[in-house]
């Protein structure tokens, strides 16, 4: 499979999910993650995450931080709902470092992913895919009561 038809496989993933169809976009990112090898798979986590991003600028308007000002997102505001939960860690860590453009630290998250093993790296690549789907719905749904 080419880059390209990754990349639009990815995006379909993500629209499926962000639309309530969070099973057919975990089938088609599973394959996607299979099929692919650890740098596909990072920059699906990448994409996924400026997908993350702008929700997250959405839902938080004008309380969003402001970079040319130095002011970051923070691990604080956004945490997994168990702290013991590695996937969740990443996910989060992942998300909150991208978000920052720390794109060094995103990978470091990344690295220590796949570094704890193949059904982890899928298991958590998933997990950040699942967070974001939900909140790039979450976001849709707040622009949609604001304009309602």
């Known amino acids: 499979m080419s880059d390209r038809e ?3 496989l990815a995006d379909r993933a993500l629209g499926l999910a962000s639309n309530g169809l969070l099973t057919d ?6 394959r996607l ?4 090898d ?3 798979a990072y920059g699906l986590c990448c994409r996924f995450a400026e997908a993350g ?3 997250l600028v959405t839902m938080a308007g004008h309380h969003a931080p402001i970079f040319e ?3 970051q997102w923070i691990d604080g505001r956004f945490s997994p709902e168990d702290p013991n939960d590695p996937l969740g860690d990443f996910s989060v860590r992942f998300l909150v470092a991208y978000g920052n453009g720390q794109t060094d630290t995103a990978r470091a998250h990344y690295d220590a992913l796949l570094a704890a ?10 997990r950040l895919f699942g967070d974001i789907a939900a909140l790039c ?10 304009a309602g």
Do not use: F, Y
Request: aromatic share 2%; proline share 0%.
């Open 6 to 8: 990754a990349h639009d």
């Open 25 to 30: 976009g975990v089938r088609i990112l599973t």
């Open 33 to 36: 993650v299979r099929d692919g």
């Open 38 to 40: 650890a740098e596909r």
């Open 53 to 55: 991003r702008k929700a």
């Open 69 to 71: 000002n130095g002011e």
């Open 117 to 126: 093993g193949t059904d982890s790296g899928i298991r958590g690549v998933g």
């Open 137 to 146: 719905w979450a976001a849709t749904e707040q622009q949609e009561d604001r």
